[in-house]
């Protein structure tokens, strides 16, 4: 009887420790949150801070990418499209409107803790072109 309460509690304490590993996995791959990185420019030149703000529920990816406008101008927020979340791995979409034509970037990438890397795709002057994608989150936003 002795030996039975020993295996119980033994179990008990494994099945606790293994449900408080998966919990903490879950936080440290939560995209939820507020995230920063700064964007390629154009011709070499140093680009503009994006900020983006996701939202998960369950497999579902929520959210707004804001940059500044042009030349100081007033800043764009798009919402995110197509928004997924497997594991740690994010994807999503988002499509901006530009003098008459709409642009869309496909953005991939795999968190870890406070960041996400992976790459961009998007379409320019005819050329699919693939980017490295880099962000942090913003201290303030942590789970």
């Given amino acids: ?42 011709n070499g030149n140093p680009g503009r801070e994006q900020t983006l703000t996701l939202k998960a529920e369950g497999d579902k990816l929520t959210g707004t990418l804001s940059s500044p406008g042009r030349d100081g101008g007033q800043a764009r927020e798009t919402k995110i499209e197509h928004g997924k979340l497997s594991g740690d791995e994010v ?40 980017v490295d994608w880099n962000t942090k989150r913003k201290s303030d936003t942590k789970k």
Wanted: some cysteine.
């Fill in 1 to 42: 009887m002795k030996r039975l309460a020993t295996i119980v509690q033994i179990t008990a304490c494994l099945l606790f420790f293994v449900g408080f590993t998966a919990r903490a996995e879950d936080k440290k791959n939560d995209p939820t949150g507020t995230w920063t990185w700064t964007g390629p420019g154009r």
């Fill in 91 to 130: 994807s999503f979409d988002v499509t901006r409107e530009n003098q008459g034509n709409s642009f869309t970037t496909k953005y991939k990438g795999k968190v870890n803790g406070d960041s996400i890397t992976g790459k961009m795709s998007f379409e320019r002057n005819g050329e699919s072109r693939d």
